[in-house]
């Protein structure tokens, strides 16, 4: 379970981020975050991955406060993908990329080998292995930070708008990647802006509001009135529009 418990996180005193989350997410359990931007999304995910500590209150997993471990620990649970694919990748050839963090683990060469070719394979990015990985598509680079979340096999994975810089074929693949780790009983949470996304992919919707908790509750209900959507630039202020009417309506 992932819990945040009376959470508080503020940039500067007077700069208040998150106020008094209390939230609790079930193993297994396949959630989306949406808000405005500056609602406290991002800086959300970044607490749960132990990325940044809170000013108050507590962050755990599987009643492990993500505070007190080390680092090396939370990545063997925990897969992070960042909206920005480029702040993630460090090699110089996308199957060297995926292997970094099982080297760190010091796994055996041979489950190394095994984990990044079946990675490559899921990600379909195998002819691209011996790539640099900046000097592939938006698209692609995403793709390879994805295939480094399956070679680790975390049981969390806190996704930054994953459906980003996908053309069609891409997000194809990445659902289906969603799918499988949904099947492994991986525990999913997910920043996204397109209803359609989260209406395939997520079984509960959490959105925040001035950094505050305003709703949480199945997706499907939460997203009913938005059958025909299609994705667009509308579709944050959209979806937002949508979820006021449902939880405030006249």
Known sequence: ??????????????????????????????????????AGKSTLLRLAAGLL?????????QQQDLCEQRALARASQIGFLFQESERQLFH???????AFGLRLQKQP??????????????????????????????????????ACL?????ELLLLDEP??????????????????????????VAISHDAEFVRRN???LIELKAGRLVAHGPAAER???????????????LLLATLARAEHPR
């Open 1 to 38: 379970m992932l819990n945040f418990d009376r959470l508080c996180f503020s940039w500067a005193p007077d700069n208040p981020c998150l106020h008094d989350i209390t939230l609790q997410i079930a193993s297994g359990e396949q959630v989306a975050i949406v808000g405005d931007n500056g």
């Open 202 to 204: 997520f079984t509960t």
């Open 92 to 98: 110089s050839r996308v199957d060297d990329e995926i």
């Open 163 to 188: 459906s980003r810089d996908f053309d069609p074929h891409w997000l194809a693949i990445l659902e289906r990647w969603l799918a499988s780790e949904r099947a492994k009983g991986t525990t999913i």
């Open 150 to 154: 399956h070679a680790m096999q975390p």
């Open 53 to 61: 500590a809170p000013t108050s209150g507590t962050v755990s997993w």
């Open 109 to 146: 060469g041979e489950e190394i080998r095994e984990r990044v070719a079946a990675a490559l394979a899921q990600c379909e990015l195998t002819a691209w292995a011996a790539s640099h990985p900046l000097d592939l598509d938006a698209g692609q680079r995403r793709m390879v930070a994805v």
């Open 223 to 237: 997203l009913s009135a938005l059958n025909g959507y299609h994705q667009d630039e509308k579709s944050s202020a």
